[in-house]
């Protein structure tokens, strides 16, 4: 796949397979493909449907296919957001949303992506890491703009110069405590390279907000934050900011296995309420949260839950009551995280509620 920058907000994609398909199946992010792809190539078009944008030439096989897309500020919650904007001008673009199957008459397969990127002239590229744990599977995100990636240790961070002394300082301090953390209680090393994205978005909406996102299996965190609050340095947005960074930095350890854990069944709230759990634990054993400050986190998410009632079906209720999940089951979420990592890479398996329940039904 060749994914192009060619005008500001606008890209070009341009499939190139090594066999003939009969169409491109990607699942549906909310609106992003139906309001702002364009298929270029002639004869063919793409339909979207509640589930699945499908690019097609009447059924007839195609080898390549292009589209042009333009730059999309929707976001849809449990999804990526598809581009973040930097304030110098830079963009990222989620590779995840250019990837997905393909079919081969009544044949679905999935894509195995090698990607070239080109920007504008003058912009720097720099590509995320490869998916370790699905060699050609789903990437992360490609940053093009004028910023350079610069070196905290071992990891590669790619900061928007907007972002706030507070905010630096949080995200890579954070970063590296909780880091040593969970290398030392789950007794892994980080088997990704880890590229790190902080971007700053739109300043002049009201409030203060951050979205991060761990690419699982494949060594990068995305952080957008937006809102006029961003430049305060108050002591409750370097709490928020502080949780999110050792929730997602427990994602990256998470998916710290030679194989397994991800599959397509398991409950998102094993990841969600786990990474809680773990970040709950890391951010009360370093020093960063008193206990006070995790314990009012874990009221507030129990209150949350119990509105919910325990359910685990919506995004609200993946991370509270997932949280609550963990916290009920009378094990040690180290130990049992320990032994989850070591299942699912002796196994294979995904992490399940059914690992879970064999776990603890031994301890
Ligand atoms: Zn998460």
Redesign the pocket.
């Known amino acids: 796949m060749d994914v192009r920058h060619v005008a500001k907000d606008l890209w070009r994609v341009d499939y190139r397979f090594a066999q003939a398909v009969t169409a491109v199946k990607l699942h549906s992010i909310g609106a992003f493909r139906k309001q702002e792809w364009k298929v270029l190539t002639p004869g063919m078009a793409m339909t979207s449907g509640a589930d699945f944008d499908v690019i097609a030439s009447k059924g007839k096989p195609f080898k390549a296919a292009s589209v042009q897309i333009r730059t999309f500020d929707g976001w849809s919650p449990k999804e990526y957001v598809s581009f973040n904007r930097f304030s110098d001008g830079g963009t990222s673009v989620y590779l995840g949303h250019l990837q997905g199957d393909v079919e081969q008459g009544d044949k679905t397969l999935s894509m195995h992506t090698d990607f070239t990127f080109a920007g504008l002239a003058q912009e720097n590229v720099i590509a995320p890491p490869a998916n370790r744990l699905k060699p050609g599977g789903q990437r992360g995100y490609v940053y093009f703009g004028p910023a350079q990636a610069i070196l905290a240790g071992a990891v590669k961070v790619v900061i928007d110069p907007k972002a706030p002394q507070w905010l630096r300082e949080t995200i890579l301090d954070v970063g590296a405590k909780t880091s040593g953390y969970y290398e030392k209680a789950y007794q892994r090393q980080l088997k990704d390279e880890l590229l790190i994205m902080v971007a700053i978005g739109n300043v002049e909406s009201p409030g203060f907000s951050m979205k991060?996102g761990?690419i699982m299996g494949a060594g990068q965190v995305s952080y957008l934050m937006e809102g006029k609050q961003v430049q305060l340095d108050h002591p409750k947005l370097r709490e928020y900011a502080t949780k999110t960074v050792a929730?997602?930095m427990a994602?990256i350890w998470q998916m710290a296995v030679a194989r397994g854990g991800l599959g397509d069944d398991q409950g998102p709230w094993i990841?969600?309420g786990g990474?809680e759990a773990m970040a709950l634990d890391a951010l009360a054993q370093t020093g960063l949260f008193s206990e006070e400050a995790v314990k009012a986190y874990r009221a507030k998410q129990a209150a949350a839950c119990e509105k919910l009632g325990g359910a685990v079906d919506t995004f609200d209720g993946i991370y509270a009551c997932g949280l609550m999940r963990f916290d009920k089951l009378g094990v040690g979420i180290v130990p049992l995280w320990r032994a989850m990592m070591e299942t699912t890479e002796a196994t294979g398996a995904a992490y399940s509620q059914q690992m879970i329940d064999t776990i603890v039904a031994a301890k």
Do not use: Q
């Open positions: 991060g761990a929730h997602e994602h990841h969600e990474a």
